[in-house]
């Protein structure tokens, strides 16, 4: 599920090309997830590590996530009776 809503997030990205001809990265969706570097390729990667810092903070703090692609992390988890394993 984390793969996934991670990946949907990934397709919703804006890059631009800034003057200095380095790269800025984001997702509209997923509010303050920002990256930059010196290719698009290290922009990509720096956008990914963001956004999954920023999911795993989100969750930790309770704040509620976006729901992207259908994929929502605000559920509550289920848990079954010790008994049932």
Not at 19 to 40: H, M, N, Q, W, Y
Request: charged share 25%.
């Amino acid at each position: 599920m984390l793969t996934e809503y991670v990946s949907q997030a990934m397709a919703q990205a804006v890059y631009d090309k800034l003057e200095d001809g380095t790269f800025t990265g984001r997702i509209p969706s997923c509010k303050g997830v920002v990256a930059f570097g010196s290719t698009l390729r290290a922009c990509e990667d720096e956008l990914r590590s963001t956004l999954e810092d920023w999911i795993l903070v989100g969750l930790k703090l309770g704040h509620s996530l976006p729901v992207i692609a259908g994929v929502d992390l605000n559920r509550e988890p289920t848990r079954e009776p010790m008994d049932s394993m």
